[in-house]
């Protein structure tokens, strides 16, 4: 029996988005915000364009937990952002699920991202197509921005496990500082108490 090719009809480049084709260099962090009709959450990491698939519902309802829990705890001048994106360099502008901003930081209701240095607390909840992203690459990314502290969370059987690291300044890389299965329990960057079995509920 002998295969018939098939013929798969291919859009005009011309209706192609221009951000189809990068340029040499990689795009840069200012690009974000003038590439028109971006999918939502777009970021940018190493000078290339990384696109979100749609989310677990593991993701979205930690993602809540957590939010709630560290506006609850975090004290007058903090603030809790979702889903913002974080100017880490020129080509680096990656969105991480939760941010929180230190006091004093620059806020405002036009703002697009965040500077690294405005940062106090990056979360990662860790989905399946963006394991190697959020276990590794972004983690070494906010550490040599100089963000201080950093959370990755992942999936157990349905409930999170928050791994927690504090950034060491002489190495500019984070250090494992704790993992926390029932109750993310911490005194940094504030005292917090979060029960993580309240997912169930949520």
Do not use: C
Not at 120 to 133: C, G, Q, Y
């Amino acid at each position: 029996m002998t295969a018939e090719a098939v013929s798969i009809p291919m859009a005009p480049e011309s209706s192609l988005p221009d951000w189809i084709f990068p340029p040499p260099e990689g795009f840069t962090a200012e690009d974000l915000d003038h590439l028109p009709h971006l999918p939502a959450h777009t970021e940018l990491i190493d000078g290339s364009l990384v696109f979100v698939s749609p989310q677990l519902d593991f993701h979205t309802s930690t993602i809540y937990l957590l939010e709630a829990g560290l506006r609850r705890a975090a004290p007058k001048g903090y603030r809790v952002r979702r889903e913002m994106s974080v100017k880490l360099g020129p080509r680096q502008r990656p969105e991480p699920d939760l941010i929180v901003l230190k006091p004093g930081a620059d806020v405002r209701s036009s703002a697009t991202y965040y500077p690294a240095g405005d940062v106090a607390l990056a979360v990662e909840v860790v989905s399946p197509e963006s394991e190697e992203r959020d276990r590794k690459r972004k983690p070494l990314l906010y550490a040599e921005a100089g963000i201080p502290h950093f959370w990755r969370v992942e999936n157990d059987s349905g409930r999170p496990v928050v791994y927690v690291y504090e950034l060491d300044p002489a190495t500019r890389a984070y250090v494992p500082t704790g993992i926390h299965h029932d109750r993310a329990k911490v005194t940094v960057p504030f005292d917090m108490d979060i029960d993580l079995a309240e997912i169930d509920s949520i």
